[in-house]
């Protein structure tokens, strides 16, 4: 069908659906970058976004997507030959990797069946192994995009702390951040890696390092050559306000506007809500009898739930099939899980109907692809949804 | 709860879901209303507004609701104490009784039980036993937006052929035009009713008169005093495409985004989309063990439906409910049927996945509300999507 | 030349220039006009015209033009055959006569050579002789657009106080309200007549009408039919914030916006900035060597100039030239000074650069049309703007 | 003054005035990157940059700033301890520089007194000289921002091909490209760096490299570790018109609306447009008796003009006299002209009437701040102006 009404049902785990309030800050006539209003919008976004990412130390925002801002967190900190510590938790924690070795970095990257976060507990015999204090760094994707997974970051600092190694702290909350609890200075993480197109219910555009004392010194005397991802040129500028080159501004509006609506809905409320509509969409996705890639209860992502496609189908005509009927985006299997499952993104500007229709879109599509299913799976998450509306 | 997140579900029956693409060109700068690129805009509103009411006559826009162009239709055609036949299908055919006599019209106006159309052997009755012929208008609501019932318009034209009876036929398609099969020319029709918030998916601020060429010559002759609203005046400047008075500019814009999507679905694709949506929508009604107002199957209306709330349970507090937990407008009650019934708008710019959401947030509301019913309504109406989808 | 860079100057005295913001405002999703966050929107707007009219009296909003607003004043407080004293001080005084007329109205039309205001004289003196008390109305156009000539609407109240006489006081702000100081309520008027397309700087679609408490006793027992335009049925839903049909809710969104922005300028600067632009657009023109039509320096209008065209030159020739080259809309003339005048308009949302831009593509278009003209016009406004932005 | 009425003036050299239709394009709903509507998108864009670039061989776009793209041309292709031509032509020269020293590269940076452009009889000495071939590259900033000094490219090239040297050839047309004539492929460009918000009238957050066949040549033997910046990876990626992280998709859709504007305009028409318009404000200079800080007539800058300030006049309390009382942003004095100078921007979306303007504001600006001039300069601008819309 080449033509559809009505919006479209963007259920990827990002980009997410942008609010019109978010969308209509962004086309806002562009501003001097160099002038006064600028100036109130930029203190108003540096210091918004210490809030979100819960910290009291500084928060660099890039022109530039989540994937530069992870060549920043590297490049600032590490030296070549550096020893880094990181898990195969999914598709992106494995781009993370091949990026640091294109670096020269030594990455010990622990192995996992995509179906589990870091284990904590690795994290705590590799460190107290290192008694040469070879590893420089650990890092951690909060949550795997392309799994569904999360990893307990808490933990994994208590597994730090327990070592008693000095290693910093990296964590990529690209997908998390905004929707899911997420603590910079409470967890004592040294680099928080984020982006715009996720929780943050932006466009992409804009990639975030929030940055622990202990990072910034690192950065003093690390050895990357570096210039547009300088911590140092960035919060130099951004004391006074001001960026080293010229920033993002229409976007820069749109996300004074996110921080907003954020903070107008309460960041407990839009974490409960993201708990809410993972539960309601892993009850619908056993319902169907179908099988969700995390293994693990206490690793369940908020923000997406991926599910694993019945055997000999493919989960890329199954997306295209709902793409076609239903106007729906999935998101799709990427890496060595390609086209064996598909994944819901449940994240950013949603509601419960949003999501019902969502779900509606998944069964319907199983229905016209042919997979074999159980009905009544957007039946049952309506029916959590009710109750748990009736409990608010 | 205060704060929604997600797309407000604006699921009354009309005004309907603006598209994004509308509300940009509504969003345009205005312009010169006497310069060559608003004659040219002018062009294409009012030749594709032909297309739209499916006639070769004249169409008027006004800046101005739709019941303005109720008015319209009146004192263009009419004279005071003229006789006019009108059917009482609901509150809006009610209104317009009411408009008529306040202008001193004389109304035959057909009771009904609010869950018929009008009766087209009524109407060959009243107009063969009008031997002098003093009934010099027959005025029929094609949809009654009140009660989610239409009248059958081809047959109300041919019970007038068959009297030979030369009264004016004029159909109000305020909310059906644009949602349901319409034609003003081959059905005979000399004035059609419209407004651009309906099927148009407009916002409120446009009326409009599809005029015959007998209703023009009657124009000419009545015995309304008028200006604003007389369609020679504005003939005579809509043959160049200006106005007699400054015109609703960026409302024209958002009409010409509007026909060309329209256009874009095909008209009959957007037909066949609305008698799915509505019968998906009463075999979700029927499964939650609820009445529909119509009662006459081969006048339920592809754009609403009408449900009536069980024995002692009020609409309005059931639709409170809705929107508070489900950030979803449901339409009310008016007129006789006041709390007693809510409507569920289906019409305009919406899909598959945005009518399982509407009806999963009625069905979650009736539990929340505590009004008996039989889950399972949405996945009925899944499972009837899901058939159609498979049948394109 | 097909193609122009750069955003059109819209310098006709009305529509004007919609600020982005209003724009942005329009371009807001459609909400239910029944409930709760439209009531909100209602109360600002109702209450929030009330301090732009300077009225504590009710101001009713039509989904409609200016020309209805007219409409609306007549036939809620005249009967067929009433006398209404009204002045010929240009084409929309005319057109106001037209239409009463159309209405049985026994319009008194006193001659002006267009270019005056009402005189307040003439209003005393044919009040005096008015013995019989036969006057109902007298109705005045405060800014001619037609002209640029204002009646000086304090005065002609005071010329009725002296008369002693009871007739209800009309007036038309179409194009001077939110540009020129009015006064509803110090002055006495009865019905205020306006419009959203001028100093309100939105599209057009809405008009006014601000009533007293004598113009809505008038309109209990006035002699016209009427429903779309009745001010009864209008007041009793607005008591609660509703509106007897569907209002047009996209441009009530603009509609706040606008007042907003008019107060954070502030009433009186935004009526000192027209001041001080038409005084600017003024000595251009006698620079330029030509006429201002208005002969009356107390008449000024502040938000448009209306210059005559040399003898033998066409205006209209002249604005096509400019619009050509100049990407810029000048007014044309209207009725009885068609070609032989321009207007340019200098209202709404502009600044000093915006007119220096205007008065430039003027001076350059009399160049290009080969106009007999002075240069230096622009200049002279420059300096004259500069020597005010010293004193600011 | 704490409010203004009308837009503000955005007249530094960039970012410019964003065109309506490219905020509405930005404004657009964020879809899925990964989704063949997407993919579309991203062929309109690729292939249309290669017409703005004049080239065949690819552009790649960044979802980062043109900071960005300056170190993505030079990690690309040279490697640590490389020899790089550069000249000293101004401040984002200088930055350039800076930029590539902290990689590593040794620059020999050849001083200006600011008010010329690259010497290419220097090139030809310098490369003639270099008998060991240790010169890798000559990078040359095309317009120099931060002066209104351009570089002539096509004599620079032709200075390279007299040496028979094989240095690659890097051009900066951050301020340029979309304003002045630019021809990567026919001046034999190696990589051509942009960006988005100057001449293409988009926010910034676009950074673009033009690359040739020898540049990717290098590109896959020199000796940078990288990732985010790396073309290989791109390139693949874009093969299919995909890209290998998250693009900025929604300001992608401003860039085709942005092409599309480019293109409704002919190139030409812009390039002869900026040219005038440069042209008319050096008018405007000279008349005011101020000095031009271009001291070479053929490098006199097409899309802004760096004025000089007389003694003892501070350039910055200057703009902000120009901001507070005129609503007009002009560009700052940058590195060692700090405050010694002002810019005003004449680049993008801007006519006749705009640059009026923004010469009156410089003009009433002067008169303001008491700083000594001729008046008359505006004037002197019109009737250039309209001379050449009389020749048009």
Redesign the interface.
């Known amino acids: 069908?080449s033509?559809?009404?009505?919006?479209?049902?963007?259920q990827?785990p990002?980009?997410?659906?942008?609010?019109?309030r978010v969308?209509?800050a962004?086309?806002?006539?562009?501003?001097?970058?160099?002038?006064?209003e600028f100036q109130k919008l930029s203190e108003e976004v540096l210091l918004g976004c210490r809030r979100i990412f819960k910290t009291s130390s500084p928060v660099i925002i890039?022109?530039?997507?989540?994937?530069?801002a992870?060549?920043a967190g590297l490049i600032n900190t590490l030296s070549?030959g550096d020893k880094v510590l990181m898990f195969e938790t999914g598709h992106f924690a494995t781009l993370w990797c091949?990026?640091a070795r294109?670096?020269?970095l030594e990455v010990d990257f622990v192995p996992t069946n995509w179906r589990h976060g870091a284990d904590p507990q690795i994290v705590e015999e590799k460190l107290k192994a290192d008694t040469e204090r070879k590893i420089k760094s650990v890092n951690i994707v909060h949550n795997e995009t392309s799994t569904g997974v999360t990893s307990r970051i808490a933990e994994i600092r208590q597994a730090m702390d327990n070592a008693g190694h000095p290693a910093l702290l990296m964590v990529d909350t690209i997908s998390s951040l905004g929707s899911v609890d997420y603590r910079h200075e409470e967890w004592k993480v040294d680099v928080t890696v984020g982006?715009s197109?996720k929780g943050l219910m932006l466009?992409?555009?804009l990639g975030f390092n929030a940055v622990s004392e202990k990072a910034l010194e690192a950065s003093k005397h690390n050895g990357f050559?570096?210039?547009?991802w300088d911590w140092n040129d960035m919060l130099k500028s951004n004391a006074n306000y001001w960026y080293?080159?010229?920033?993002?501004?229409?976007?820069l509006f749109g996300l004074r506007e996110a921080i907003q609506m954020l903070e107008?809905?309460?960041l407990d409320?839009?974490f409960a809500?993201h708990q809410r509509f993972a539960e309601a969409t892993r009850r619908a996705v056993r319902t169907w009898g179908l099988e969700i890639l995390c293994e693990e209860p206490k690793e369940y992502s908020p923000v997406l739930t991926t599910v694993m496609m019945p055997e000999n189908k493919g989960g890329d005509a199954f997306r295209k099939v709902v793409?076609n009927?239903?106007?729906?985006?999935l998101g799709?299997g990427l890496g060595k899980v390609a086209d064996k499952v598909f994944r819901i993104g449940h994240l950013g500007?949603?509601?419960?109907?949003?999501l019902?229709?969502?779900l509606?879109?998944v069964?319907?599509g199983l229905?016209?692809a042919g997979i074999k299913h159980q009905?009544?799976g957007?039946?049952v998450a309506?029916?959590y949804?009710?109750q748990q509306?009736?409990a608010?």
Chains 1, 2, 3, 4 share one sequence.
């Open positions: 069908m033509y559809h009404s009505g919006r479209h049902f963007l990827i990002g980009p997410t659906n942008v609010p019109d969308l209509h962004i086309g806002q006539p562009t501003i001097d970058h160099r002038g006064p890039y022109p530039a997507s989540g994937t530069g992870w060549e070549p091949t990026m294109k670096f020269g982006c197109q466009p992409p555009g050559n570096r210039h547009f080293p080159s010229t920033p993002s501004t229409n976007l107008e809905e309460g409320n839009v809500r793409l009927a239903f106007n729906m985006s799709s500007y949603l509601n419960d109907l949003t019902i229709g969502t509606a879109g069964e319907m229905e016209l009905k009544g957007a039946q309506m029916e949804l009710a509306a009736a608010r």
